[in-house]
């Protein structure tokens, strides 16, 4: 079935420095990318979702400028982190579209970050 | 988007089978009914989806009702492995809409 790997599975960062997060799909083209943000306890908030080759659509309250979204590729997206804070602490999780028409949203295993 | 309420939390014992429900009164004629489930700290993984007929798969059931404004996600016999949180979604648009994850239910298993 399809795979999506996602990168690092865990990450600690000081306060003021950048994150990349990578998101792969593995044996099928991800047309869409979606990027989500978890909070403990709390359920899965849609942060953006990128096609590939174009700008990224955020949504309402997610500040583009700092989590940049690149999809560049019918296989990679990338969401960086800027200038880190504590709050930006999360458990952010990326899922792939399959773009051949099928039934597809296949999720990734998550990115725990923690910012210090 | 359309929205779905779900009970917070569901109890059953291991061996049995679980019925787990999902209102989404607002549901138009075109949103896909998804369901997914996810462990600690781990990506959703897919269950079920569809549109207006039952489905059946390898991992689980689908009922929807006749005016689709409610579905249940039959899990036919509750292993330990099951306990999860259990997210009942409407896709805006067909099988292909942006997946919005509501709180969804937490399943638990007693052995």
């Known amino acids: 079935g399809a795979v999506v790997s996602q990168h690092p599975s865990w990450v600690i960062c000081k306060s003021g420095t950048s994150v990349k997060i990578e998101c792969r799909s593995l044996?099928?083209?991800?047309?869409?990318m979606f990027w989500y943000r978890q909070f403990p306890k709390q359920s899965l908030m849609l942060m953006a979702t990128?096609?590939?080759?174009?700008?990224?659509?955020?949504e309402q309250g997610v500040e583009k400028d700092k989590f940049l979204i690149n999809h560049a590729s019918l296989t990679l997206s990338t969401l960086t982190v800027t200038s880190a804070h504590p709050e930006d602490s999360s458990f952010y999780i990326c899922?792939?579209?399959?773009?051949?028409?099928?039934?597809?949203?296949?999720f990734g295993s998550g990115t725990r970050l923690t910012v210090v | 988007d359309a929205k779905t309420t779900q009970p917070n939390s569901m109890e059953s014992n291991e061996e049995e089978p679980v019925h787990l429900p999902c209102n989404h009164s607002?549901?138009?004629?075109?949103?896909?009914i998804h369901w997914y489930r996810q462990l600690p700290s781990q990506g959703p993984e897919y269950v079920i989806h569809?549109?207006?007929s039952n489905v059946n798969n390898r991992m689980a059931s689908l009922a929807i009702a006749e005016d689709r404004k409610s579905s249940t996600l039959i899990l036919h016999r509750a292993t330990l492995r099951d306990a999860a949180v259990y997210y009942c979604?409407?896709?805006?648009?067909?099988?292909?809409?942006?997946?919005?994850f509501g709180k969804g239910t937490k399943l638990s298993v007693k052995p």
């Open positions: 899922s792939a579209r399959d773009g051949t028409g099928g039934y597809g949203y296949t």
């Open positions: 044996d099928f083209q991800a047309t869409t």
């Open positions: 990128s096609n590939e080759g174009s700008k990224a659509t955020y």
């Open positions: 607002t549901i138009s004629g075109t949103d896909y």
């Open positions: 569809g549109l207006t």
């Open positions: 979604i409407l896709s805006f648009g067909g099988s292909q809409g942006n997946l919005i």
